[in-house]
């Protein structure tokens, strides 16, 4: 009986028809008194290509809903650019180059990347940047004072294309990401409760992976393994009655961002996660979604 709510947009839609594409919010009005004309030139520099998710959403969807209205995108290229926007890359010396071409640069960076080792090449990087983009407000905290000026910019999901599909005749929770994710042992929280529900209730757990080469806890059951594809990932959640978002209580989720989850609600599924930081910005539990501890 759970109303589910699609993921709501916060502020105002000031590119007109992009809906959800805050990364664009951010940009206008993140470089204030910087005005985005149809004459400026944006260039993205990705970490990855566009299936993943991080780069699909802060680059290549971004890009396109600029190109529909009329603005000049690139992708790495080293002419000159009025707004350089880097997602997870810290390659100093190039953005120092265009900064003195007079860009402007900005950095687009969801994960906690400096418990990674790359604490000195972020650091370095913020002396050149003239923004941070982030989406949760414990990020934020630890940019604040590094550079210029942070932005949190909620995670968006455009859930217009999405056919209406319908759903599986069994009961099917749902779990959609990456191999190296699984591989460091996210799903090993699911294998008690959902062993033990297992004897009870009748399910099956879809897991939507972009590869076969993945090491799964030992269910006592057969997980459905689903192809990640670009194309019909979405429709694949979609089908789905729960979205389940499990997460490790350590330092790195304690900083996660909330992509999976803004998924499940946009495509009305109800969602199951556990109780971190971000997560808690967004669900509110027992009525959008429920928080486990």
């Given at each position: 009986?759970?109303?589910?709510?699609?993921?709501?947009?916060?502020?105002?839609?000031?590119?007109g028809k992009i809906d959800l594409y805050f990364?664009?919010?951010?940009?206008?009005?993140?470089?204030?008194?910087?005005?985005?004309k149809t004459n400026k030139k944006i260039t993205?520099?990705?970490?990855?290509?566009?299936?993943?998710?991080?780069?699909?959403?802060?680059?290549?969807?971004?890009?396109?809903?600029?190109?529909?209205?009329?603005?000049?995108?690139?992708?790495?290229?080293?002419?000159?650019?009025?707004?350089?926007?880097?997602?997870?890359?810290?390659?100093?010396?190039?953005?120092?180059?265009?900064?003195?071409?007079?860009?402007?640069?900005?950095?687009?960076?969801?994960?906690?990347?400096?418990?990674?080792?790359?604490?000195?090449?972020?650091?370095?990087?913020?002396?050149?940047?003239?923004?941070?983009?982030?989406?949760?407000?414990?990020?934020?905290?630890?940019?604040?004072?590094?550079?210029?000026?942070?932005?949190?910019?909620?995670?968006?999901?455009?859930?217009?294309?999405?056919?209406?599909?319908?759903?599986?005749?069994?009961?099917?929770?749902?779990?959609?990401?990456?191999?190296?994710?699984?591989?460091?042992?996210?799903?090993?929280?699911?294998?008690?409760?959902?062993?033990?529900?297992?004897?009870?209730?009748?399910?099956?757990?879809?897991?939507?992976?972009?590869?076969?080469?993945?090491?799964?806890?030992?269910?006592?059951?057969?997980?459905?393994?689903?192809?990640?594809?670009?194309?019909?990932?979405?429709?694949?959640?979609a089908k789905c009655h729960i979205g389940v978002?499990?997460?490790?209580?350590?330092?790195?989720?304690?900083?996660?961002?909330?992509?999976?989850?803004?998924?499940?609600?946009?495509?009305?599924?109800?969602?199951?996660?556990?109780?971190?930081?971000?997560?808690?910005?967004?669900?509110?539990?027992?009525?959008?979604?429920?928080?486990?501890?």
């Open positions: 009986d759970l109303k589910v709510v699609k993921a709501k947009r916060t502020g105002n839609d000031i590119f990364e664009l919010q951010a940009i206008k009005d993140s470089l204030a008194p910087i005005k985005l993205f520099f990705p970490s990855n290509n566009i299936n993943a998710g991080g780069s699909r959403h802060s680059c290549y969807q971004v890009a396109d809903g600029l190109r529909k209205l009329g603005y000049e995108t690139a992708f790495d290229t080293d002419s000159d650019t009025d707004i350089a926007v880097f997602e997870k890359r810290f390659t100093g010396q190039f953005a120092t180059d265009l900064k003195r071409q007079g860009a402007k640069i900005i950095l687009v960076c969801c994960d906690p990347l400096w418990l990674t080792g790359l604490k000195s090449h972020i650091l370095d990087f913020l002396k050149v940047a003239d923004c941070v983009v982030v989406s949760s407000k414990r990020l934020a905290k630890w940019y604040q004072g590094k550079v210029k000026k942070v932005a949190i910019i909620p995670e968006g999901f455009d859930w217009k294309n999405v056919p209406e599909v319908e759903k599986e005749k069994k009961l099917t929770l749902c779990w959609h990401g990456t191999s190296y994710t699984i591989n460091h042992r996210c799903l090993d929280i699911l294998l008690e409760p959902l062993n033990r529900l297992h004897r009870d209730f009748d399910f099956d757990f879809k897991i939507i992976v972009d590869s076969a080469k993945i090491k799964l806890p030992k269910f006592h059951f057969e997980p459905h393994l689903v192809q990640w594809e670009l194309d019909s990932f979405l429709t694949e959640i978002n499990p997460e490790l209580q350590d330092e790195w989720c304690s900083y996660k961002s909330y992509g999976k989850l803004v998924s499940y609600m946009g495509l009305g599924v109800p969602s199951v996660a556990t109780s971190i930081s971000s997560y808690k910005e967004i669900i509110k539990h027992g009525e959008n979604g429920f928080l486990i501890i």
